[in-house]
């Protein structure tokens, strides 16, 4: 069996690895010789790798720090031979004449360190124990971050040591000391910069709010805005969407809604949003809430610091999830530690009742799905030339089940058959989770794309005029939803930047959205096949645009069953397709498809020609049963829930304040004096 071939980005690493090691290697026997040619050769390839480093390999830093072969130990090292070299080509009793050369070198290092230190002092001034967004926290003495350079220990070594090493390799090959030394004084200069900049910073008035004061502000800004129903979120990465999907619901809820983080750089990955945002960290800080206004905390995921916050008792608690579907995800016994669990329709009730988790059924409140009430109903056959098919598959999941996602049994197989179809269109979205577990997976989606991209190169479709449009309407919407930040911005900067937004920013961003989907759908070409793997255009956008949806069990067709399109599931199980349809009853109304995808012909004739179409009213059906009733719409059973819940965070609350008084002893009126015995 042949030897399978690095990957072109491993190569890479071990080349530059390579390239770097030889450059020292060669630098260090041009100064023991010397040999001022081979030395300025080596000299100059060792800074230009390191610049490859730094701008396109962080990879192999990193694995160069863990080695204890740091920028600072390269950097030294490189000097170091220069000065071996200068002291190698001069005569032998000028070795006075380069001492203060070193010493100033040293000094220079000695600085290096120094910056280190302050910055690392800066660091901690600005690291706040709370980060906003949509809030005014300019009391909080809020200012533009410190340079990138003043930052980044290895890139600022580089920069302020390169007229050092170019003063010594220059000195070197002319020996002529002066240079040397007027390379070394320029980086003595720049970091004796860099050090004052970062001192100013630590200066009482110039750096942000100490952490008592801005937990004083925080409490004052808790006191003001009085918040009664937040979003509560944490997660990694790759999860902002699941939070992201509750936004708009969460924006048009009866009181005052807030946005509660844990982690910081979640605070930039939440979509946009008038919604105040707040991170908090640490569990004390988290605890402020308890003395809060705040009633009801609603939660769409389940994660480890989840037990944290619903340690305060002075909050009502729910589960809404990211999503519905037949899995155990979607009922998972973690649910019972919440005081309400909220669900989109009468078969998620029946889920929870046969789960046996916990969950008790007076516990479970349907409010529908307030997501889809923008998404379009069926309104008949394909009307163009072309049947538009959105392949949505999940992803792999944590447990290795294989009837998780068809993309590595069956998806290449699906998007065979349907490019065989001369009148499809495909959509291809691949959950953004692909790959993360079972690297299969994401080979097979990887195959998925190119089989696509080959399509469309032999399609070879014209496409419209419609480009100007689009860029124009993408540029409005960038405009309302995305901060201008420079390139090195920190939290306490963006803060400062992503301040309470202007009267009128969400309906305006609405408007943008709606009109930079029109656009984007018309700049397609007609006929030409789609991998979607951006936040826009958004799922439900694509629901609008697709004839027909080919997924697995999961909350994708439950959310596209509100448009009562047809729908099919490929099982990749194992099971039988009728013990497969009694295991999951959201197939219901689905046509199955088999991984080798042999049932996509008739399903596309099915979609074209409605009267072949015998699931109709079984989705009519599903739908009630996934998603509850039409009327009143979801938001506003949504509203009614989260009134529901408040008022009961009340009703406790006050409860518990009458307890607590009746505990208290009453002061006495009168004050007994002891007598002194006789």
């Not at 990138?148 to 050092?164: E, K, S």
């Not at 790759?238 to 509750?246: L, P, V």
């Not at 649910?335 to 309400?340: F, G, M, N, P």
Request: net charge neutral; glycine share 6%; aromatic share 6%.
């Amino acid at each position: 069996m042949p030897v399978p071939l690095p990957r072109p980005p491993a190569l890479l690493k071990g080349l530059v690895t390579v390239v770097l090691a030889a450059a020292f290697a060669a630098q260090a026997v041009a100064a023991l010789l010397p040999h001022v040619p081979l030395l300025l050769v080596a000299t100059a390839v060792s800074l230009a790798v390191e610049g490859v480093l730094y701008r396109w390999q962080r990879g192999v830093l990193a694995l160069f720090a863990k080695s204890h072969a740091d920028i600072t130990v390269r950097h030294v090292l490189r000097d170091l031979l220069l000065v071996v070299a200068l002291l190698r080509i001069g005569e032998q009793d000028r070795e006075t004449v380069y001492a203060p050369l070193v010493g100033a070198l040293l000094a220079f290092y000695a600085l290096h360190c120094a910056i280190q230190a302050g910055s690392v002092l800066v660091r901690r001034t600005r690291t706040l124990p709370v980060v906003t967004r949509n809030i005014d926290a300019s009391a909080l003495r809020l200012s533009p971050a410190p340079a990138l350079l003043l930052r980044r220990p290895g890139l600022r070594l580089l920069v302020f040591g390169l007229p050092a090493t170019a003063g010594l390799l220059a000195g070197a090959a002319g020996d002529r000391p002066v240079l040397a030394a007027a390379g070394i004084a320029l980086s003595l200069l720049l970091a004796l910069a860099g050090l004052g900049a970062l001192l100013l910073r630590l200066l009482p008035g110039r750096r942000p709010a100490d952490e008592q004061r801005v937990l004083e502000w925080f409490d004052a800004w808790l006191a003001s805005y009085r918040p009664t129903v937040g979003l509560y979120f944490s997660g990694g990465v790759s999860s902002a969407y699941q939070a992201n999907m509750w936004l708009e619901p969460l924006a048009g809820v009866d009181g005052r809604p807030v946005i509660v983080l844990r982690e910081r750089f979640m605070v930039q990955r939440i979509a946009a949003t008038d919604i105040p945002i707040v991170c908090l960290p640490k569990v004390s800080t988290l605890m402020r809430l308890e003395h809060s206004t705040l009633q009801v905390l609603i939660h769409p995921s389940n994660s480890g610091k989840t037990s944290q916050v619903l340690r305060i008792p002075t909050i009502k608690h729910t589960f809404v999830n990211h999503g519905e579907s037949d899995k155990l995800s979607s009922c998972n016994p973690y649910a019972k530690a919440y005081d309400e669990v909220w669900v989109a329709g009468p078969a998620a009730r029946e889920r929870y009742a046969l789960a046996e988790v916990g969950v008790e059924d007076k516990d479970v409140v349907e409010t529908g799905r307030p997501q889809l009430d923008g998404v379009l109903p069926y309104a008949g056959p394909p009307a163009g030339a072309y049947t538009t098919v959105l392949y949505a598959p999940t992803w792999e999941g944590w447990d290795g089940n294989p009837g998780n996602t068809s993309v590595i049994a069956a998806g290449e197989n699906l998007v065979r058959a349907l490019l065989a179809d001369p009148g499809v269109r495909v959509l291809y979205k691949p959950h953004p989770l692909t790959g993360s577990v079972d690297p299969r997976a994401g080979a097979a989606d990887l195959r998925i794309r190119e089989l696509i991209r080959a399509a469309n190169r032999e399609r070879a479709v014209a496409r419209p005029p419609a480009g100007a449009e689009l860029a124009r309407r993408t540029a409005e919407l960038d405009r309302l939803t995305t901060a201008d930040f420079r390139s090195g911005a920190d939290t306490v900067e963006r803060m400062l930047v992503q301040s309470a937004p202007e009267p009128g920013r969400a309906q305006a961003v609405a408007r943008a959205t709606a009109a930079w989907e029109e656009a984007y759908w018309a700049s397609l070409p007609e006929g030409e096949h789609q991998v979607i793997t951006d936040a826009r255009p958004a799922l439900y956008s694509c629901f609008n645009v697709a004839d027909l949806l080919i997924s697995d069990v999961s909350s994708v067709i439950s959310d596209f069953l509100a448009s009562e399109k047809p729908y099919a599931v490929a099982n990749t199980s194992g099971l039988p397709e009728d013990a497969f349809r009694v295991a999951f009853p959201t197939v219901a109304a689905a046509t199955v498809l088999t991984p080798d995808a042999a049932g996509v012909p008739e399903l596309l004739e099915s979609v074209r020609h409605p009267e072949k179409d015998e699931l109709a009213e079984a989705r009519a059906e599903l739908k009630l049963r996934l998603l509850g009733p039409a009327e009143p719409s979801s938001q506003e059973r949504f509203n009614q829930a989260v009134r529901a819940l408040c008022a009961r965070a009340r009703d406790h609350r006050a409860r518990v304040a009458e307890r607590l008084a009746a505990e208290l002893p009453g002061q006495r009126t009168e004050t007994a004096v002891p007598t002194a015995p006789r």
